[in-house]
């Protein structure tokens, strides 16, 4: 079964710095998945970004980046420019490549609070 | 608008009372989840529904009854809960056979058990 770890239960970060939220998993996969989602006070789970296992390339949305090592299996975001609407809790996801029932289920880390400080 | 709704918000609700929440979803996916999200722990994945036919119980115990009627639609029916069953539950959607494909969350409903 794979895991997802986020050793950080809390990070903060002074407005329009940088953060780097950390994240690993472990699985015997070599093709898959992996999520950041974005749980603000509104509680509605959020998708930050997307990453694919095949791909070498580190996805990027605007401000939000990752920093990807398959073989280490570790899967970090980078939030640049940190602004007030970015105060939330984050939450790291993995889900297997192979695509039938039973594989589209995501697995989740503990979470990561984030606090900007203005 | 988020595509996902879930009803009610918040329940508070008595160990003998018997409630249900409601998650509806438009955006046409195929598969919907109930997760328990408690303080400190990993979301827990609890039933999953596959066109609308349920694939995995994760060993929920059975004060928990899920119902999906339709791919849109998926309750989850509470009856005799615990005070430990309070908990934000969150319900999701996603596509099945679609590689890579993420969720898409309701707002959750807080249950109160007491």
């Known amino acids: 079964a794979q895991t997802v770890t986020q050793s950080q239960p809390e990070m903060s970060v002074q407005e329009a710095e940088t953060v780097t939220l950390s994240c690993t998993y472990d699985t015997s996969e070599s093709d898959y998945y992996l999520f950041w989602y974005k749980q603000p006070p509104s509680r509605q789970m959020i998708l930050v970004i997307r990453q694919e296992a095949y791909k070498q390339q580190n996805a990027t949305e605007n401000r939000f980046s990752v920093n990807f090592q398959k073989a280490a299996k570790s899967f970090s975001l980078k939030i640049s420019d940190s602004q007030l609407g970015d105060a939330a809790m984050y939450f790291c996801a993995y889900r297997s490549g192979i695509s039938n029932f039973g594989n589209e289920k995501l697995t989740f880390g503990t979470g990561t609070r984030l606090t900007i400080i203005p | 608008e988020t595509g996902v709704t879930q009803t009610p918000r918040h329940l508070v609700m008595g160990m003998t009372n018997k409630k249900s929440l409601k998650c509806e979803q438009h955006l046409g996916h195929n598969a919907m989840y109930w997760y328990k999200q408690s303080a400190k722990k990993p979301l827990e994945l609890m039933f999953v529904?596959?066109?609308?036919?349920?694939?995995e119980n994760n060993s929920v115990p059975s004060r928990f009854s899920p119902e999906c009627p339709n791919s849109s639609h998926l309750f989850l029916h509470l009856h005799t809960l615990q005070p430990e069953d309070s908990a934000l539950y969150l319900c999701?959607?996603?596509?099945?056979?679609?590689?890579?494909?993420?969720?898409?969350f309701g707002s959750g409903t807080r249950l109160t058990v007491v």
């Open positions: 999701a959607s996603s596509q099945v056979f679609v590689q890579g494909y993420g969720y898409t």
């Open positions: 529904y596959n066109f609308k036919e349920q694939t």
